[in-house]
Nanobody, 124 residues
Framework: QVQLIESGGGLVQAGGSLRLSCAASGRTFESNAMGWFRQAPGKEREFVASISARSYLTYYADSVKGRFSISRDNARNTVYLQMISLKPEDTAVYYC?????????????????WGQGTQVTVSS
């Protein structure tokens, strides 16, 4: 069973930065494309970013493009989300997700493994 554990969330002022980490268990991490999703209170869970298994490709939601950067370190079984220029509307629980494919994807149903989430709060 694959387990994903997020960390790095917290409270930050608008314009600030945070770096989220997601540590993955298992021996197939290099075969798993990874993604980040977020869910704000009263809203649907939405796609944020995805990265292919070997970091060849990345894909971002329009709302975060240019501000967020997804990366991974396969030697450490870890995926990251570097967030800069944070806005209050970025406030949400952020979830790490993995899929049994090497290719990026943006759909919730295309992911097989999910972390428990980490809270990001951006104050104005």
């Amino acid at each position: 069973q694959v387990q994903l554990i997020e960390s790095g969330g917290g409270l930050v002022q608008a314009g600030g930065s945070l770096r989220l980490s997601c540590a993955a268990s298992g021996r197939t991490f290099e075969s798993n494309a990874m993604g980040w999703f977020r869910q704000a209170p009263g809203k649907e869970r939405e796609f944020v970013a995805s990265i292919s298994a070997r970091s060849y490709l990345t894909y971002y939601a329009d709302s975060v493009k240019g501000r967020f950067s997804i990366s991974r370190d396969n030697a450490r079984n870890t995926v990251y989300l570097q967030m800069i220029s944070l806005k209050p509307e970025d406030t949400a629980v952020y979830y790490c997700a993995g899929r049994r494919s090497t290719a990026t994807a943006r759909g919730i149903g295309e992911y097989d493994y999910w972390g428990q989430g980490t809270q990001v709060t951006v104050s104005s």
